[in-house]
């Protein structure tokens, strides 16, 4: 699918990007980067980087470096080509996201630990949803075993879904796995390069500037391997990173920095999503405050800064504080969606499902959060003006003291110009009542329960399944 084009709202100016890439440069260069992993140590030494025991400082020749390798356009394949994304300008798609550790129950709407069944199930709701154009693994599997996770949640994905499918990978043996698995599903490793329909995410950074070992090492094999891999920092204002806004900005936009030079120098040419996701802390709880404004507000500028040096950027909107959907649930998800599709941000997560700041999701809330997200994809549609809908001649048809409901132009265009909600409720209050009197969550609950009875994904082809069963451990049933 060719993603609506954003980029009408900027927060910063011309001159607020040149600053804050200067101050990115002078960090890099001036302060440095903890590096503790050998083969990045001798890689950034090797191309001209500084190394002092751990500590790496890079000059700015160096980031230049792997900013002219990077790809600045790149494509994130669905299992069928209508879920293709392209990463390029700055074309927008959403979707989930997360490492939720619970799960509401559809049923009791009690929360309770997040099963691989729902990782399964998630994804095949996912997949009915028109506005949801992607699955990140929205939450972790309390079920089962550790050493068993990575390939049985990216099987679970992929067989119950044709879009896009993103997880992270705990180690390199098993991103060695998951490959393997979209491999034979793909027909080859070199057919899955050219048609990626999985995808990764690492946090390779903890901040402030510290580069994770065993992420580092996962993030080198899937660049080699030339599998699309979005390189997460999230920073929290006042805790890992400055508490202005403006200096969380520049803290990330260094560490995004050092890891586009990191995978170019060793990789070059391999697809990379500039991975900024800053918020801030609670800093009488000392918690992530997902819920915030300024979360929005930062990670509109944040793909500014993405589209300043030229890389497709992953950037996350819709989360919430609130622990269940409701008021609050409600308009902190629609400001920062709104705020990060109108930035132009390409591949924005966390944007359907999540609750309690990334702690919890519930299957309601991805249905309540699709019609959020086709509202806002309406605003990127804007106005069109041409000589059929400035209407001069359906005005001149019906003239003064008529009316539009049966004309051709109103039939023509009633569908195209209006988003059509499909879960608001705009009967009056005497058919309403005579309903049910349902609530905006009782009809998404309602809406998801049949959408779960009904829909049925295109899976694995048979003899496929029993070659993946036959090789690893999968525990789905």
């Not at 993103?166 to 991103?175: D, G, I, L, P, Y």
């Not at 999230?234 to 990330?252: D, R, Y």
């Not at 930062?298 to 959907?325: C, E, F, R, W």
């Amino acid at each position: 699918m060719k993603g609506l084009p954003g980029g009408q709202y900027k927060p910063l100016s011309g001159g607020d990007i040149e600053r804050i890439h200067d101050t990115a440069l002078k960090i890099l260069e001036e302060i440095g980067i903890k590096v503790e992993l050998e083969e990045a140590l001798a890689l950034f030494k090797r191309h001209g980087a500084r190394v002092e025991g751990s500590i790496v400082r890079i000059p700015s020749k160096v980031i230049e470096k792997g900013l002219e390798l990077v790809p600045h356009r790149f494509l994130m394949a669905g299992r069928e080509e209508a879920n293709d994304l392209h990463m390029e300008d700055r074309r927008v798609y959403l979707g989930t996201g997360g490492a939720a550790l619970t799960v509401l129950d559809l049923e009791t709407g009690r929360a309770r630990p997040g099963t691989l069944q729902d990782i399964a199930r998630l994804a095949r709701l996912v997949d009915a949803l028109e506005n949801v154009h992607f699955y990140l693994r929205p939450c972790v599997p309390q079920d089962i075993p550790r050493e068993h996770m990575d390939v049985n949640q990216f099987y679970a994905a992929l067989a119950n879904t044709t879009k896009n499918v993103m997880a992270s990978a705990q180690s390199v043996e098993s991103a060695k796995d998951v490959i393997e698995m979209a491999s034979m599903i793909a027909g080859g490793e070199e057919a899955l390069q050219r048609r990626p329909f999985i995808s990764f995410v690492t946090s390779w950074m903890i901040s402030p500037l510290h580069f994770a070992t065993e992420t580092t090492r996962v993030l080198l094999e899937v660049t080699k391997r030339k599998i699309p891999v979005a390189l997460s920092s999230a920073p929290m204002a006042g805790s890992t990173s400055p508490i202005t806004l403006a200096g969380s900005l520049a803290q990330v936009h260094a560490e995004q920095l050092s890891g586009i030079a990191l995978t170019q120098l060793a990789h070059p040419g391999s697809p990379v999503l500039y991975g900024a996701i800053p918020s801030m802390a609670d800093l009488k709880r000392m918690t992530y405050v997902g819920g915030g404004i300024e979360f929005g507000l930062m990670n509109a500028a944040i793909s500014q800064m993405a589209q300043h040096i030229g890389v497709p950027n992953y950037n996350s909107a819709g989360l919430t504080d609130s622990k269940v959907p409701d008021i609050q649930a409600g308009y902190e998800k629609a400001f920062s969606i709104c705020l990060c599709v109108l930035a132009g941000s390409n591949f924005i997560h966390h944007a359907a499902g999540m609750l309690e700041s990334m702690r919890g999701v519930a299957y309601e809330q991805f249905v309540i959060d699709d019609e959020i997200i086709g509202m806002a994809l309406r605003l990127l549609r804007g106005i069109t003006i041409d000589e059929e809908t400035l209407g001069i001649d359906a005005i001149r048809e019906v003239g003064p003291a008529g009316h539009f409901l049966s004309s051709l132009h109103t039939v023509k265009f009633m569908r195209q110009e209006y988003f059509r909600q499909t879960l608001a409720d705009r009967q009056d209050r005497e058919a309403w009542e005579k309903s049910g009197a349902l609530d905006g969550r009782e009809r998404a609950r309602r809406k998801a329960k049949a959408i779960l009875e009904s829909h049925v994904p295109k899976g694995l082809e048979p003899k496929i399944d029993r070659e993946i069963r036959s090789r690893f451990e999968i525990l789905l049933r």
